[in-house]
């Protein structure tokens, strides 16, 4: 039996494209080819690009090539649905278009073969990083973002290299503790949407976790990064499994 046989579903987050990792686009792409291709579903759960400057970008070559490949999978009857993480909040719908992709709005719960599911980039539920909760307030606010994309591209590059810098330098100053997500705020998104499975990125932390809430047995599923390798989670009506793919 061929894995198109079993009706599943595959998320990937924090893959992190971009022109210097040439090695992880190809990855990419021979995923996209050769394993997304017998799914239902792709769900891309934010930071799919190192960073995104505005949809104008779009004929950039790798951004280019990203939606078509994104667009070939989707014409071939994949689902493929997009959730913005912190590094590509500004991708709009003229990419979601391009790409024949869904944008979908953080969170998204939706039913997984039967089983409640509840999709996040996860960056919201690092509630301790009250710094990064700001910038995160600032650069999601639509006036703000009208101005950044008025910018010339220019202009733009340098500060998002300047924020880049400035977060890098932030980071040190953090403790990895600060940097994950809060279990109070795990808890309550938990509760709030009726004790679903979760799965989640940004952490770079590829971990099942069990939550016991309320008599309610959860499961946390964290997805992993693609720096050095690549991974997903492959999901169907028996369960969730991650899978490793090297370069
Ligand atoms: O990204 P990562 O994983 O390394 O760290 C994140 C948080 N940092 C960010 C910032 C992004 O990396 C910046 C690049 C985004 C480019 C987007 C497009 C252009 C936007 C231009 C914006 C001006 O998301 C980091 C978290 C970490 O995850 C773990 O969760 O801790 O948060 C920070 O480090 C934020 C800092 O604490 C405070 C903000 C620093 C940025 C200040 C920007 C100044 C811009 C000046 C421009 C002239
Ligand atoms: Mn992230």
């Known amino acids: 039996m061929s894995d198109k046989d079993t009706a ?7 893959l992190h494209l971009c022109d210097n990792r040439p090695e992880i686009s190809r ?5 996209l080819q050769n394993t997304a291709i017998h799914a239902d579903a792709l769900y891309i759960l934010g930071d799919l690009f190192e960073y995104w400057l505005g949809d104008d970008t779009l004929d950039a070559p790798l951004n280019r090539q990203v939606s078509l490949a994104l667009r070939e999978l989707a ?3 994949v689902k493929v649905y997009f959730m913005h993480g912190n590094r590509d909040f500004l991708i709009a ?6 790409s024949h992709a869904t944008l ?9 073969f039967g089983t409640p599911t509840l999709l996040m980039h996860g960056d919201t539920l690092c509630t301790d990083d009250v710094n990064y909760l700001a910038f995160r307030t600032q650069v999601r606010d639509p006036d703000w973002q009208r ?3 008025g ?12 924020a880049r810098a400035q977060s890098e330098s932030a980071k040190q100053g953090k403790t990895t503790e600060i940097m994950d997500v809060n279990d109070d705020a795990v808890r309550e998104v938990l509760r709030q949407y009726r004790y679903p499975r979760l799965i989640h990125g940004h952490t770079h932390r590829t971990a099942q976790h069990s939550v016991n809430l309320d008599g309610h047995a959860c499961q946390r599923w964290v997805l992993p990064d693609w720096y050095d390798s690549g991974g997903y989670l ?8 991650f899978a490793n793919l090297t370069v």
Do not use: K
Request: charged share 20%; net charge negative; proline share 4%.
């Open 8 to 14: 599943h579903s595959l998320f990937i987050s924090d």
């Open 27 to 31: 990855l990419f792409f021979d995923f």
């Open 75 to 77: 014409d071939s009857g």
């Open 93 to 98: 719908e003229q990419f979601a278009d391009a």
């Open 104 to 112: 979908l709005a953080d969170p998204t719960a939706i039913d997984l």
């Open 147 to 149: 101005q950044f994309l």
């Open 151 to 162: 910018q010339p591209l220019a202009t733009r590059i340098a500060m998002a290299q300047q």
């Open 234 to 241: 492959r999901c169907d009506a028996t369960g969730c499994q």
